[in-house]
C-alpha cells in the first residue's frame, strides 16, 4: 500500500491530469471493464482498438508493474511527475513493452510534440543527450526516428508537450464536483 502525504499527493493529481490530456490527444478512453485486469492495470486509460494503457503513478513499484504487464501482455505507460524546486512540474513516462517472451522498459521519457501536435516519447535529454529510441503515441505505440530536427526543436517539442499536459491542472473543479486533494485527504483521515 502506497501512503500519500501532501507532496505525493500533488505529485498524483498533475500525473492524472497529465494522463487525461494525453489520452484526449491520442484518442484513449477511460478504463471502465476492470474484469480481466490486474488492480494495478485499472487506474488510467485504455486504447480502444490496441493494447496500451496510461496511467498515473507515484511511485514505481516496479516488479507490481512488470508482472502485471507480463500477465495481460499489454503496453504500459506510466506518468510519474517530478517536482523540481523553483521549476515547472515535470513529466516523466516509463513505457514498458511486454515483446518475445520479455518486457523491454524505457524509463524517465519525455513526451514531445511536433509542430502540428503528434506526440511522440523521446529520451530525457539531460540524461543522455545521443539517445534517440523514440515512440509515436497514438491508440498504440510505434518505434520512430528522431522526431525532432535539431536541439531547439527538441526543446521546444518537449515545452509544447510540458503545456499540454499542465493544462487545466490547477483550474478549480466545476461548481458541485468533489475537489480531487480535498476526497483524498478526506479518505486517509477518515
Known sequence: MTYLNKYTDERYVLAENACQNLAR??????????????????EGYRSPIGDLI??????????????????????LLLVETGLPRGQAPRFYITVLLPRRGTISQHLGMRLWLGGSGEPHLIPEPENDPAATQSFAVGQWLSEVGTPWADDADRHAGIERANALLLANAWSAPPSGAADPMKEKEARRVG
Open 54 to 75: 496510461l496511467q498515473p503513478a507515484i511511485d514505481l513499484q516496479q516488479r507490481r508493474f512488470l508482472r502485471a504487464v507480463e500477465e495481460t501482455r499489454i503496453d
Open 25 to 42: 490527444l491520442a484518442g484513449l478512453k477511460r478504463i471502465t471493464d476492470v474484469l480481466l485486469l490486474p488492480d494495478r492495470l485499472r
